[in-house]
């Protein structure tokens, strides 16, 4: 009779903790307790239990031509034209991916890395869930590369983590946003944010006050909208609308932009002549709205595709040593209905 395999599930099971938990005891990572460590690894020795990425492999496996992708929210158009510019070019490069959803979730987010470094893959490309930046925790990231594997940070990044990363240029993207507004005549801008607490949103609210500052204009906190739930954005809106006199409004992403446009009309403004709209993402949504929306375009196919090549290019030349690039992608205005032409 076949023996039956032993799965990293059964040892879980057996010492009743998360598989993530039995991964990183494998794995001799420093977030287990020495003691559990070396019972479950004396077990899984006992089992026979073979992993090609546990303290227990003896020498590099070969490629295996898959590559894990950890996107904080598939229902973000940003994230989905990423995910089509991995795909491009791992196909193209016979590659294979496995993708996870963190949800914005740091909990999964380490245990979607743990599972998927046990399916024997070649490196990562992942962009940080927010409460993994919240808490500032990025260990499990440092884990996987001082086991040797990549990992190429897209979009939402960390500067503790040494690694590859591809960036868009958001301060650039907002800092000419307000510029394009101030020439277009208006005075008082505010910005609506429901991604304060990520870096890109603070990188955006920098690039605003920039220009603000460039340009002489006070910076005044109350047009400074910071939304921490987003089915409040409505109530906050109409406070912000009903208590100061606005021209314009940067949206930092795609959904405040539609709710923004449509609190605005419903408040009796004509867009653009009263309140003109900028907003990040070149998404469906903002150019099939009435009217459609200006947008800030941060070229997420490119990104997706450029990161996937350092990945690959990284996997299939170890010769590259510990050097590591920061590539920056550069933003455009796309002009539609929502703002006043220069």
């Known amino acids: 009779m076949k023996k039956k395999r032993i799965t990293l599930k059964d040892i879980a099971k057996e010492f ?8 990183k005891a494998l794995n001799d990572s420093y977030e287990i307790s020495t003691r559990t460590k070396s019972m479950i690894q004396e077990y899984a020795k006992e089992l026979q239990y073979k992993s090609h990425n546990s303290v227990f492999a003896n020498e590099k496996q070969k490629n295996t031509k898959t590559i894990g992708v ?8 940003f994230f989905t034209k990423v995910f089509v510019g991995i795909e491009k070019i791992a196909t193209q490069k016979g590659y294979n991916l496995i993708t996870c959803i963190s949800n914005e979730s740091r909990e999964k987010e380490v245990t979607a890395m743990e599972l998927l470094k046990n399916s ?4 990562f490309i992942l962009s ?3 409460e993994t930046q919240i808490k500032k925790d990025f260990s499990h990231f440092q884990n996987a590369i001082n086991q040797g594997i990549p990992i190429v940070m897209i979009d939402r990044i960390t500067d503790e983590i040494e690694c590859d990363k591809v960036i868009v240029n958001d301060e650039d993207g907002a800092y000419n946003a307000i510029n394009y507004f101030i020439k277009t005549g208006c005075e008082n801008i505010a910005i609506v ?5 990520l870096s890109v949103g603070k990188l955006r609210l920098k690039g605003y006050k920039k220009a603000l500052l460039e340009a002489n204009m006070p910076i005044d906190e109350d047009l400074i909208l910071k939304v921490d739930e ?7 809106l109409k406070i912000l609308l009903d208590s100061k006199n606005v021209d314009a409004i940067l949206c930092l992403e795609e959904d405040s932009a539609i709710s923004t446009l449509k609190m605005v009309i ?20 903002p150019r099939h709205v009435t009217p459609p929306i200006t947008t800030i375009s941060q070229h997420s196919t490119y990104l997706g595709e450029a990161a996937t090549k350092i990945l690959i290019d990284k996997i299939e030349n170890e010769n590259i040593g510990t050097s590591y690039t920061t590539k920056v992608i550069k933003t455009n205005l796309i002009e539609r209905d929502t703002t006043r032409s220069l």
Not at 193 to 197: A, F
Not at 273 to 283: A, C, E, P, R, V
Request: aromatic share 6%; proline share 4%; glycine share 8%.
């Open 128 to 130: 940080i869930a927010e």
């Open 70 to 77: 950890i996107i904080p929210n598939m229902l973000n158009h």
């Open 230 to 236: 987003f089915n409040d954005i409505d109530t906050l």
């Open 16 to 23: 009743n903790v998360s598989i993530a938990t039995v991964s």
């Open 120 to 123: 024997n893959l070649d490196g």
């Open 193 to 197: 944010s429901n991604i304060h607490q």
């Open 266 to 285: 419903s408040k009796g403004y004509k867009v653009p002549n009263d309140i003109s709209i900028i907003g990040f993402t070149n998404g469906i949504l």
